[in-house]
C-alpha cells in the first residue's frame, strides 16, 4: 500500500523536509448556503490530503500524486493551467494567490497522496488547497492578515511554526476560496476551506458565512456518521455549481438585497410574482436551509438527535425537489438509509449531482446499516457504495 513517503522517495529520490496534512469535510447541514451568506453545519473527517516537499535551488516547482499518472513542473514565474495535469490547478491557483499577495517563495518539489475519495463530495479539492498553503508556509513563512502582508513567523528552538490563529485560518482560507475561484473556475464558498482548517474533533462547526464566525458544537459519541458513495462522480467544474449560484444571485438582485440570508421565507413568497420559476425554487431551498441550520443547533444543543436526523431528510427533499441538485442515485441511498431502524437522517453532501450521502446512524446500528445499504444498493444499481465510518478530527496542521 503506498504511502507518503514511499511516493516522494520514488519521484524525487530523497526524503521530504516538510509534512502536512488537511482534512476533507462534510457537509451536515447547510446546502450552498455559503457563498448566499448564509448558515451551514460542517464537519472536518479523518480522510486527508497529504503534501510532503523539500526546497529545491533552480526555481521550479514539480509535483506529484498518487492519484494521477500525469506530473507536472514549472518555473515560479510561469503558473499557468497545464491541460495535461488539470489536477494541479488546485495547487497553482494557491500558489498564484500568494504571488497576486506580495508573497515570495523558490522552488521545491512535493508529493500529494489523498485518502478522500475523488468525486465522492468530500471537497478534496479544498483539503488540496489547504494543504498547499501550509506547505508554502512552511518552506517559506508568511502571514496572511486581512490588510495585507504581516511579519512573517518565527520558528521555535525545535524549528515549528507557531500554530495559526483563528484570524490566520479565515485569512488562509479566503486566499483559497480565491484560487478556487479565480484560477479552477469554481465559484465556491468559504465552507470547504473553513471546516478543513477550523474543524474540532468530536464536534460540529456551525459557520456564519456572513460575519464569518465559527461556533463549535459537541457532538455526541453514540453516533455514526457514514459517508456512502453513489458511484456517480460530480465534476463542478461543468458548471452546474456555478449556474445554481447565478440563479441564488438572481433571486437576490431582483429582491433588492445583498444576499439571500438578507430574505425570510414570508418575505420570499409575497415576492414570488417578480422572480423566475427557477430563482424562486433556488431562494426557497436556501433560506429553507437557513432555518434548519437554526433548528438544527436547537436539536443538537438539547441532545434530540430524532428531530436533527429529521432536518437531514428535509433537506435532501429540497434539495431534491427545489433546489435540484440531487440525481436518483442519491436519492436512492437516501430511500435506503431512512427505511433502516438505526438511520437517524441521511442527505446529499456537498455540491451535488453526484458524489456521496451522510448519513447519521446509532452508534450500534451502525455495523449492519453499513452492510445492509451496500447489498441493497448493489442489487439496485450494481454499484458498491462503500460505506466509510468517519471519525471527526481536528483541523489542517
Excluded at 522552488?107 to 468530500?122: E, S, V, W
Excluded at 455540491?351 to 442489487?379: H, K, M
Aim: proline share 4%; glycine share 8%; aromatic share 6%.
Amino acid at each position: 500500500m503506498l504511502n507518503l513517503q514511499t511516493v516522494f522517495k520514488n519521484a524525487f529520490g530523497l526524503s521530504r523536509s516538510h509534512v502536512v496534512h488537511a482534512p476533507g469535510r462534510l457537509e451536515l447541514l447547510g446546502n450552498h448556503t455559503d457563498y448566499n451568506e448564509g448558515l451551514v453545519m460542517a464537519l472536518a473527517i479523518d480522510k486527508t490530503i497529504s503534501m510532503a516537499s523539500s526546497p529545491r535551488p533552480d526555481g521550479r516547482i514539480e509535483l506529484v500524486s498518487s492519484a494521477f499518472s500525469e506530473r507536472d513542473s514549472f518555473s515560479i514565474d510561469t503558473i499557468e493551467k497545464n491541460p495535461a495535469a488539470p489536477w494541479a490547478n488546485y495547487v497553482k491557483g494557491v500558489l498564484d494567490q500568494l504571488h497576486r499577495r506580495g508573497i515570495h517563495f523558490s522552488g521545491f518539489n512535493a508529493a500529494i497522496h489523498g485518502t478522500i475519495p475523488m468525486g465522492a463530495g468530500l471537497s478534496s479539492s479544498a483539503a488540496l488547497e489547504v494543504a498547499t498553503a501550509l506547505t508554502a508556509r512552511q518552506l517559506h513563512p508568511f502571514t496572511v492578515a486581512a490588510n495585507g502582508v504581516a511579519a512573517p513567523p518565527q520558528r521555535d528552538t525545535a524549528g515549528q511554526l507557531p500554530p495559526l490563529t483563528a484570524a490566520e485560518k479565515l485569512q488562509l482560507a479566503r486566499l483559497c476560496q480565491a484560487a478556487e475561484n479565480h484560477f479552477v473556475g469554481v465559484q465556491c464558498g468559504l465552507l470547504d476551506q473553513i471546516s478543513s482548517l477550523f474543524g474540532k474533533a468530536f464536534h460540529v462547526l456551525q459557520i456564519d458565512c456572513r460575519d464569518l464566525t465559527v461556533e463549535v458544537i459537541p457532538l455526541t459519541v453514540d453516533v455514526a456518521v457514514i459517508v456512502c458513495h453513489s458511484g456517480v462522480n460530480h465534476a463542478l467544474v461543468g458548471g452546474e455549481y456555478n449556474e445554481l449560484r447565478r440563479h441564488c444571485e438572481s433571486a437576490a438582485s431582483v429582491l433588492g438585497v445583498k444576499s439571500l440570508r438578507q430574505v425570510d421565507s414570508k418575505q420570499l413568497t409575497a415576492s414570488k410574482s417578480k422572480l423566475s420559476e427557477r430563482d424562486y425554487q433556488c431562494a426557497y431551498h436556501i433560506i429553507g436551509e437557513n432555518q434548519r441550520v437554526v433548528f438544527g443547533d436547537r436539536a443538537l444543543r438539547a441532545g434530540d438527535l430524532e428531530q436533527f436526523g429529521q432536518l437531514l431528510f428535509q433537506s435532501h427533499e429540497s434539495s431534491r425537489d427545489f433546489f435540484r441538485n440531487s440525481c436518483p442515485a442519491l436519492d436512492l441511498l437516501v430511500d435506503l438509509a431512512r427505511a433502516h431502524p438505526a438511520c437517524l437522517g441521511s442527505r446529499l453532501t456537498g455540491g451535488g449531482f453526484g458524489g456521496a450521502t451522510i448519513n447519521l446512524v446509532r452508534g450500534p446500528g451502525a455495523v449492519d446499516f453499513c452492510r445492509a445499504i451496500a447489498a441493497q444498493y448493489e442489487e439496485r444499481t450494481g454499484r458498491n457504495p462503500a460505506p466509510m465510518v468517519c471519525q471527526v478530527v481536528d483541523g489542517a496542521n
